[in-house]
């Protein structure tokens, strides 16, 4: 099974990926695994053969978390949205410490755009969509259990 956790960025999908990785499954994170590159716009997208073939050789239950225009043409068998109320995911975006995207205006004014317009698109997509202001524990716990 191989399950994609998805959303904006702010929406905890890397903390998740800790939190599952502490539970011992296989998760990633496509930004800080390496299968993420910057696109010659200046937005990043990610390294789809990477990613493809990471889920090719997956054998049992594998998390992959990110957001890009690249999941949709990806065989991932389950996807997960994660989602925030605007007034949340932007205070995360500009209090977070471990990654610095979203704290600057032209950032978050492209996180926000994405949130009116992708996120929709995301939702229509998904298997299951979870109010990422749950503790992460209880997150892991929701998908897991829908997975398993």
Known sequence: MRVLVTGMSGVGKSTLVEELRRRGHAAYDADDDGFSAPRADGRWGWRAEAVGALLARSRGLLFFAGCSEEQASLPFDYRVLLTLPREVLIARLRDRTTNPYGRGDAELANVLADLAEIEPLLRRSADLVLDATLPTAE?????????Q
């Open 139 to 147: 997150l892991a716990d929701r998908i897991i259990e829908r997975v």
